[in-house]
């Protein structure tokens, strides 16, 4: 093998040493490498071109010197292009190969275009100054070369010397078209250079939502900045007290401060963003060293209040003034964006009524308690008030809010530091108490019975509520699933036994018919012995104000405890399985209602809402039922709505397959409570969903916190774009309304419509809306009227 390559090596040789050579005069990239290069080549070519006539003379004395002057030129020419600089030691040595040149040549005149070729190069380094003196060089060689040329040549040369001079101020005005052309192709590199560091750091902060990535991301980017802006300097401040502090830098100080005077802040907060720039700030011209031109900027970042100061001796690049200004807007947006982030995920894990835990939060943590316990004892409580209904009857909701911040503001009290304590929904509450062991645990649930058992002075009047409390302690032998149902079991004894107390889980509770399993036996039941009733509450549309759905929300005529809300019975129903029956009920209802109305009030289409649990679309069945309902009762697909929980759909690969199917078939998808899961819309993708409805806390939160007013108007923009519309749910008040209207959701629910009411009061309500003008079938809302409008 070796052998058959050996006549190739020595070609390989030299191409490897000519690739090196190559590679250093090829072109470079960059606008002024790329003229300098071309100018090197140039002034190259025209010593090559001038080279013949000093040799064509054939005056022996003066082929030497000239060989010598030519090799000297090409060797200054290309080491000054090579090294990138202007050298004073090879500004002289060309002068004086010049003169040589233009000595051994038939006429002083045949250098000028190598003269004037060397200038266009040269002026393309150093200042502006050092070119002009560089000139001023040659042209002090022209008299000299008028001077030895007809000693050298042994003629007179007096014909030569207006030929020679006159060059002379074109030499000059050579430099300065140089200089002016060396300036713009440096100022639109610089440019270029900006624009691409701020492109990629605007596309970096698109995918970033961590504020210290983002800090990072922005700042970088100011340094590269001042990199690619010869003389710009940044520094970056924080207010602190009077005065600024200095919290970053970059760019060439003499001395960084640590501190700012509070009289650089002064001309500072006065003169933000004026243009020209500031001068004359002794104090900051001191970091430099120089006297400089100043501008501020407000800090992308929004956490602190401070500045980024900019500055630079004799001009200030405008460009580059422009480029940081965008930069930081962008770095602004990026960490709103992030704070929103944030916060939706923050919102995502705790209960905004209260500030507990939430549901999820409570389950995530317990499965990983028990998962780390290590053979130590997990407790859990479960809390449920009793008669809390009865306050919300009479002293209305917002009581019952209060109420049950009070009620959270006791638990916690009553449990320790460690403890996490949640609110489940409605008015369950759940205590998870890591290494615990049972009498520790029923000391606290005894604690809690006590608290929560107090009178408490709500600002509508004195209310009074009890605690039910269940205990369950796991031993190392139990499932997270298995815990939450003995908790509950136990909760559901304490009731029985009278209320206000605490039982322990005992297997005892699971024998013979505790109250927990007669209830779900019931429920399994309730279906079939037609004990549900479907209650109904409108969707209205914004701002037009106009009735375009209704959502069915389910209702149990307990035999012995009343109508129960869904909050007593529907976790139960999904544990048993009853939801099954109870959610085909109340498909099947609410189609044959429509159906009703349909026929009753032809021409004012209502869509239906209907909620779906997990545990139905994992059911093969489900999809089949649905299209025969749909079918039996003559229902356009995309008049009905179901309504899902994001984990639900997340959770199973089986009911993304289910919501395709009916999709396909047109029925509409809607994502419900939205914001109290864990996924951003954007997951949301790669679901056939048509509608989010925004969970009621945030709507309860947007017109009093500035943020939850971001997160709706965030989620609102971004469900837009993605094309879906928007529900807004738990409007109680008209400022709520107006708000969600100026954000731009297209439809409200809530109770300053009407409260969910049987299908009778909900007919009556749609007959007593006034007609619209323009669509004759529709209902329009008028708000001020409806406004007291309620459930019997
Ligand atoms: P959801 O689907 O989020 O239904 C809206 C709940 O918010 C209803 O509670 C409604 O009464 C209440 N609401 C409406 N407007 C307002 C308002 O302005 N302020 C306040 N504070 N609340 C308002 P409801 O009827 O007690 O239902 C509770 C939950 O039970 C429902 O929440 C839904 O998740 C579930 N649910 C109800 N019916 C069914 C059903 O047929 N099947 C299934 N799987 N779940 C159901
Ligand atoms: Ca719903
Ligand atoms: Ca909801």
């Known amino acids: 093998m070796s052998d058959l390559r050996s006549p190739a090596r020595p070609l390989d040789r030299a191409r490897a040493a000519v690739r090196p050579v190559l590679a250093a005069v090829s072109r470079p990239t960059g606008m002024v490498e790329g003229t300098r290069w071309l100018f090197w080549l140039l002034a190259i070519l025209s010593l090559a071109l001038s080279t013949p006539a000093p040799l064509l003379q054939g005056r022996t004395p003066s082929t030497l010197p000239a060989i010598a002057a030519v090799t000297a030129l090409a060797a200054s020419l290309t080491i000054g292009y090579l090294s990138r600089r202007a050298r004073w030691g090879l500004d002289l040595l060309d002068g004086l190969a010049v003169v040589v040149l233009a000595c051994s040549g038939p006429s002083p005149a045949t250098i000028f275009a190598l003269v004037f070729a060397m200038i266009w190069f040269r002026s393309l380094y150093g200042s502006a100054a050092g070119a002009l003196l560089r000139c001023t060089l040659y042209a002090g060689a022209m008299p000299v070369i008028l001077f030895l040329w007809p000693v050298v040549v042994g003629s007179a040369g007096g014909a030569q010397a207006p030929v020679v001079l006159s060059a002379i101020p074109t030499m000059f005005v050579t430099v300065v078209a140089a200089r002016h052309l060396f300036g713009i192709l440096r100022d639109r590199q610089q440019e270029a250079q900006r624009d691409a560091i701020h492109a990629a750091a605007g596309a970096m902060l698109l995918g970033v939502t961590d504020l210290t990535e983002i800090r990072r991301v922005t700042w970088q980017a100011v340094s590269d900045i001042c990199v690619a802006t010869p003389g710009l300097r940044v520094l970056g401040t924080q207010q602190v007290g009077e005065g600024l502090q200095v919290v970053a830098s970059t760019g060439s100080f003499d001395h960084v401060p640590t501190t700012l005077s509070s009289a650089v802040r002064g001309t500072l907060e006065q003169h933000q963003g004026d243009a020209p720039a500031m001068t004359g700030l002794a104090e900051l011209d001191a970091t430099v060293g120089l006297p400089c031109l100043w501008h501020c900027l407000p800090a992308f970042d929004q956490s602190v209040a401070g500045w980024m100061i900019l500055g630079s001796p004799r001009r200030l690049p405008e460009q580059a003034v422009v480029t940081l200004t965008s930069l930081v807007t962008q770095g602004l947006l990026a960490m709103r964006n992030g ?162 107390r605490m039982q322990l889980f005992s297997a005892g509770l699971l024998q013979g018919d505790s109250v927990q399993a007669a209830f779900e036996r019931q429920l399994s039941a309730a279906a079939a012995n037609d004990e549900l009733v479907v209650h109904y509450q409108p969707v209205v549309s914004l701002p037009d104000a106009r009735c375009t759905a209704v959502e069915a929300l389910v209702r149990w005529q307990h035999p012995e405890r009343g109508l129960l809300d869904p909050g007593h019975f529907i976790a139960a129903a999904e544990r048993t399985g009853a939801i099954r029956d109870i959610g085909m009920f109340v498909l099947r209802q609410a189609c044959a209602d429509a159906a009703d109305w349909r026929g009753s009030r032809p021409g004012a289409d209502l869509a239906v809402h209907v909620n779906v649990s997990a545990l139905q679309l994992d059911d093969d069945a489900f999809c089949d039922e649905v299209l025969r309902c749909l079918e039996e009762f003559s229902m356009p697909a995309d008049e009905l709505v179901l309504e899902i929980t994001e984990t639900v759909v997340i959770s199973s690969p089986a009911a993304i397959d289910t919501l395709n199917t009916l999709a396909a078939h047109g029925v509409v998808v809607a994502i419900d409570d939205f914001g109290t899961g864990y996924s951003a819309l954007t997951t949301l993708r790669s679901l056939p969903v048509s509608i989010v409805k925004i969970d009621a806390s945030f709507v309860a939160g947007s017109t009093v916190n500035p943020r939850d007013r971001a997160v709706t108007e965030a989620v609102v923009q971004m469900a837009s774009r993605m094309g879906m519309r928007t529900i807004a749910e738990g409007v109680e008040r008209p400022d709520q309304q107006a708000l969600l209207e100026s954000i731009g959701a297209d439809a409200a629910q809530g109770f300053l419509y009407l409260r969910p009411a049987p299908a009778d009061d909900l007919v009556r309500w749609l007959d007593a809306q006034p007609a619209p003008a323009s669509t004759p079938g529709d209902v329009v809302v008028s708000l001020p009227r409806r406004h007291a409008v309620g459930r019997a």
């Open 339 to 500: 704070q929103a982030h944030r916060e939706l995920t923050v919102q995502a894990t705790l209960d905004s009524l209260t500030g507990l835990a939430n549901r999820a939060l409570f389950n995530t943590a317990l499965s990983t308690t028990l998962a780390a316990a290590d053979g130590t004892e997990t407790a859990v409580l479960f809390v449920d008030l009793d008669d809390f209904k009865d306050v919300n009857d009479l002293l209305g909701h917002s009581a019952g809010d209060e109420l049950l911040r009070e009620v959270a503001a006791r638990i916690t009290v009553a449990t320790r530091t460690d403890d996490l304590c949640a609110r489940l929904g409605g008015d369950e509450f759940a205590v998870l108490l890591p290494r615990t062991s049972a009498d520790e645990a029923t000391a606290i649930a005894r604690r809690i019975v006590t608290a929560v058992g107090g009178r408490m002075n709500l600002t509508a009047g004195v209310a009074q509520v009890g605690a039910s409390v269940g205990l369950a302690v796991d031993v190392g032998d139990s499932t997270p699933d298995q815990i939450v149902q003995r908790a509950d079991i136990a909760m559901y004894a304490a009731k029985a036994g009278g209320k206000g």
